[in-house]
């Protein structure tokens, strides 16, 4: 693991970590947020415990893309883990998967969900996040 020098934060390289390896659990205690910028199928989502999570997807207009999208909504639904799912990228392919997850998931996991595609304005995203827990 490599620190990397950052204007607002302190960042760490490590490749091939898993959030739910032992040791990082004891080691992110004293961070306000620990991200993972990664490619994963379901088979490899590692979820930290007893800690709250955000996920945010890139969606392209894809069938791939979208299943793939709705894939990890339904494994992070059933995890019984909290979490807020961001959905970016193709508006169509981010409405469609919304949709989707309105259909057939639970009313928690829809109201965990942000939706903020061609959104290009980071007080846009802000805003959607915030709307969603005031009606919390």
Known sequence: M???????????????????????SGMVGGYDD?????????????L???????????IR???????KAYAVLKTLARSGVAFQAGL???????????A??????EREVVHAIFNVAN??????ALAVRMADEERA
């Open 2 to 24: 490599h620190t990397l020098p950052q204007t607002y934060c302190e960042a760490w390289y490590a490749p091939g970590v898993r959030a739910d390896e032992p040791a990082l």
């Open 119 to 124: 959104e290009n304005d980071a007080f846009a």
């Open 48 to 58: 930290l415990p007893d800690v709250a999570h955000t996920v945010v997807m890139e």
């Open 88 to 98: 970016l990228g193709d508006r169509l392919a981010c409405d469609h998967v919304q």
């Open 61 to 67: 207009p894809t069938d791939e893309s979208m299943r």
């Open 100 to 105: 989707a997850g309105r259909h057939f998931l």
């Open 34 to 46: 620990v991200i993972f910028d990664s490619e994963w199928d379901c088979a490899d989502l590692a």
